[in-house]
């Protein structure tokens, strides 16, 4: 058995091929090669941009294999050029997308279902707004990738089911968003928050999206379908970062500032990458329902990841740079409270 994985070496990838492997695949991965990667040696390399149509053809076209699993599509355009590709030479294509194709709706509320995808998209935000603008190009053009696999899965039975994912929490995340709560926590400092209650937390376990492949993987469920794949608990921003300091032994220190404090010193969203906007949060029924999904309780998952990053070197990563900047800006807020 054949399979392919594009991206493959960040956040799941490396994950999903170890559990292709262990399945006793043939793996290849392609990708551009610009990110060292550990994968083993009878991992088959190949190498283009994925946006290039024309490198896909060089690199792909008249392969074949059993399963695709796509963990770097984003556009309508990309996914016409999977679809022109592949059509009848993948038995299953897993396409990875996000649940920021809810966010872009009107009228639904959280927990995202699936059958919530379907209505009205709400208008662009101006482009000078540039997060808000460019988070909601994210969900609309996953939209579009979405519904371009699912026109050719009605006109052809293209092989496609989409995954969609909140935020991925792993020992691999390349945005490293709990590690970075983590040195904060380490270092005894007060973590900075926006005021107010903030999104729900529901995001997902990386080994659980790994295993929600496998286990596609194993059955001819959820072609032509789309699945939300979930941890199963929601906690407030405050009660993730306590269970996370209990977990660490530590004691947590929150200091709450206006939002528009934050923004003006440029800290967000690396003081708090779970305040965003723009965070999804996801029903997992259908999944479980279906595909007989068991999720990692967040509590044993957060655990896993703090013995990880307790047992590797401490590294320097970017959203701790400005670690000095919040202190002062906690300082001076605690002091102003205190009215000194």
């Known amino acids: 058995m054949r399979a392919l994985v594009i991206g493959g070496t960040r956040n799941l990838g490396p994950s999903i091929v170890q559990a292709l492997l262990k399945l006793e695949y043939k793996v290849s991965v392609f990708n551009r090669g610009q990110t060292p990667d550990d994968l083993p040696e009878t991992v088959e390399r190949l190498r283009g941009d994925r946006t290039d149509l024309q490198q896909l053809k060089t690199a792909l076209g008249g392969r074949e294999f059993d399963v695709v699993i796509d963990t770097t599509l984003y556009t309508g355009a990309e ?3 999977v679809v022109e590709l592949f059509s009848n030479r993948v038995g299953r294509y897993i396409f990875l997308s996000t649940g920021q194709v809810y966010l872009v709706r009107t009228g639904v509320e959280r927990p995202f279902k699936e059958e919530d995808y379907a209505g009205e998209v709400m208008p662009a935000p101006p482009k000078s707004d540039a997060s ?6 994210y969900g609309f053009d996953k939209r579009q990738a979405e519904d371009i696999f699912t026109r050719a899965w009605q006109e052809s039975q293209f092989p496609f089911t989409s995954l969609r994912l909140p935020m991925v929490n792993s020992e691999r995340d390349h945005y490293d968003r709990i590690y970075g709560y983590f040195l904060r926590v380490q270092d005894d ?3 900075l928050v926006p005021e107010g209650p903030g999104l729900p937390v529901r995001h997902v376990y990386g080994e659980d999206v790994t295993q929600a492949i496998v286990t596609l993987l194993g059955s001819d469920k959820g072609k032509g379908a789309a699945y939300n794949i979930a941890q199963d608990e929601t906690l407030s921003l405050e009660e993730f970062l306590q269970m996370l300091a209990r977990l660490a032994n530590r004691t947590l220190k929150l200091v709450k500032l206006p939002r528009e404090t934050l923004d003006r010193a440029g800290l967000l969203p ?8 723009w965070m999804s949060s996801l029903d997992n029924a259908h999944s479980k329902t279906e595909l007989g999904m068991k999720y990692t309780p967040l509590a044993a998952y957060v655990e896993k990841l703090v013995r990880y990053f307790h047992a590797t070197s401490a590294r320097q990563i970017p959203g701790y740079v400005q670690r000095r900047s919040e202190m002062l800006l906690a300082g001076v807020a605690q002091a102003r409270a205190k009215g000194l």
Do not use: Q
């Open 79 to 81: 996914a016409d050029a």
């Open 132 to 137: 808000d603008y460019n988070n909601w190009l």
């Open 189 to 191: 400092g007060p973590i």
């Open 270 to 277: 690396d003081c708090s990458p779970f305040s965003g906007l």
